[in-house]
């Protein structure tokens, strides 16, 4: 079965940097495109950034030119590195594959950005 793990998350000051890491299995990671996506409290899911097979990628506005999406195919592992991060940032981070039309999620991991 699709199992998306996610990791790397905690609590980084105003400024720092995280990776996070998101280990797929149950179908073949180098075919599809990969999304991380995060919700803060009361707030709606918001798409962080894409990457397809193909490696392009893109991101939302607020995060471009901070994170960098990329995947390691031999390890069917997705990658979110996080710099200059902000206390906006701060949110449940989850990496998602679309299968066949259906959404797969993973747990999600908790980003807190905070002095």
């Known amino acids: 079965q699709v199992q998306l793990v996610e990791s790397g998350g905690g609590l980084v000051q105003p400024g720092g940097s995280l990776r996070l890491s998101c280990t797929a299995s149950?179908?073949?990671?180098?075919?599809?495109?990969m999304r991380w996506y995060r919700q803060a409290p009361g707030k709606e899911r918001e798409l962080v950034a894409l990457?397809?097979?193909?490696?392009?990628?893109a991101y939302a506005d607020s995060v471009r030119g901070r994170f960098t999406i990329s995947r390691d195919n031999s390890k069917s592992t997705l990658l979110l590195q996080m710099n200059s991060l902000k206390p906006e940032d701060t949110a449940v981070y989850s990496c998602?594959?679309?299968?066949?039309?259906?959404?797969?999620w993973g747990q999600g991991t908790q980003v807190t950005v905070s002095s």
């Open positions: 998602n594959v679309i299968l066949r039309a259906r959404n797969y």
């Open positions: 149950g179908f073949t990671f180098s075919s599809y495109a």
């Open positions: 990457i397809n097979s193909a490696d392009s990628t």
